[in-house]
T-cell receptor, first 113, second 111 residues
């Protein structure tokens, strides 16, 4: 258990509406990540954060923004949701060590109709 | 650039048979390699990881993987499949700040 909580776990929203997913961690890790999972694509990185107010883009960042105002929370926002953003979203943290290892939350299922 | 290829999006084995899930990678730096397992409607759970040193890595649930630099491979094996092994498995490559995933292999176990 890496102390990661995602909310909401399930959400249905309409095209064009804004959506925010929240990731909360309890272990004070510096690095946090948002991935999306789609059939045949594995997991693809959307954005990641390497500290408070420090974020960077991943390979599929278009249409998404993130914010990290405190160490424990990493927010993912879809400014105007589209059907192509229907996916399962996973938050992850990185435990630093001999080989930094990434641990995942339980996922947030988002459906855009 | 880093990339991971998992050969076979679906693998089916009989209970008690050998499990072999294939993973090949491409990396411009020495890789850290991982296998994750995902059960339905759950997050990803770390099975095992390769860092440096011993090339045969043992993980949880009886799985192991062997790092072969000459073949750029990190295949996952288990001598005897169990029904509870049915899940999706992901190979991942760690480099820098990010983890790059393969497309996943769904393992089905027949009774």
């Amino acid at each position: 258990d890496a102390g990661i909580t995602q909310s909401p776990r399930h959400k249905v929203t309409e095209t064009g509406t804004p959506v925010t997913l929240r990731c909360h961690q309890t272990e004070n890790h510096r690095y946090m990540y948002w991935y999306r999972q789609d059939p045949g694509h594995g997991l693809r990185l959307i954005h990641y954060s390497y500290g408070v107010k420090d974020t960077d883009k991943g390979e599929v960042s278009d249409g998404y923004s993130v914010s990290r105002s405190k160490t424990e929370d990493f927010l993912l926002t879809l400014e105007s949701a589209t059907s192509s953003q229907t996916s399962v979203y996973f938050c992850a943290i990185r435990k630093q060590g001999l080989a930094d290892t990434i641990y995942f939350g339980e996922g947030s299922w988002l459906t855009v109709v | 650039a880093q990339s991971v290829t998992q050969l076979g999006s679906h693998v089916s084995v009989s209970e008690g048979a050998l499990v072999l899930l294939r993973c090949n990678y491409s990396s411009s730096v020495p890789p850290y390699l991982f296998w994750y397992v995902q059960y339905p409607n759950q997050g990803l759970q770390l099975l095992l990881k390769y860092t440096t040193g011993a090339t045969l890595v043992k993980g949880i649930n009886g799985f192991e993987a062997e790092f072969k630099k000459s073949e750029t491979s990190f295949h996952l094996t288990k001598p005897s499949a169990h029904m509870s092994d049915a899940a999706e498995y992901f190979c991942a490559l760690g480099a820098g700040n990010m983890l790059t995933f393969g497309g996943g292999t769904r393992l089905m176990v027949k009774p």
